[in-house]
Nanobody, 116 residues
Framework: QVQLVESGGGLVQPGGSLRLSCVAS????????TGWYRQAPGKQRELVAE???????NYADSVKGRFTISRDNAKNTVYLQMNSLKPEDTGVYYC??????????WGQGTQVTVSS
């Protein structure tokens, strides 16, 4: 079992920055891909960015050039650095871990609100 805990959300003005953290515990060895997803009110959850255990990254077109996903293996943590935030980036941000044997774990989510 893998447990994920997100933190770092909050209220920020347009153009501002936030850094989200996702700390993993449990069967960390089984994690293949860690991703950040977001869900805006009335919309489906969507992929924002993901990083493989080997360090390969993938981003949604809407965040390319503004967001950066990274990992610190010593801290079992995946970060999402979000710069040049826009109101449309508002939503609940979730961390997801795709594991061996097709297991999936989700965190509880952290709210990001971009508003003046």
């Amino acid at each position: 079992q893998v447990q994920l805990v997100e933190s770092g959300g909050g209220l920020v003005q347009p153009g501002g920055s936030l850094r989200l953290s996702c700390v993993a515990s449990g069967s960390i060895f089984s994690i293949k891909v860690t991703g950040w997803y977001r869900q805006a009110p009335g919309k489906q959850r969507e992929l924002v960015a993901e990083i493989t255990s080997g360090g390969t990254t993938n981003y949604a077109d809407s965040v390319k050039g503004r967001f950066t996903i990274s990992r610190d293996n010593a801290k079992n943590t995946v970060y999402l650095q979000m710069n040049s935030l826009k109101p449309e980036d508002t939503g609940v941000y979730y961390c997801k871990a795709d594991q061996l044997w097709r297991k999936v774990a989700w965190g509880q989510g952290t709210q990001v609100t971009v508003s003046s």
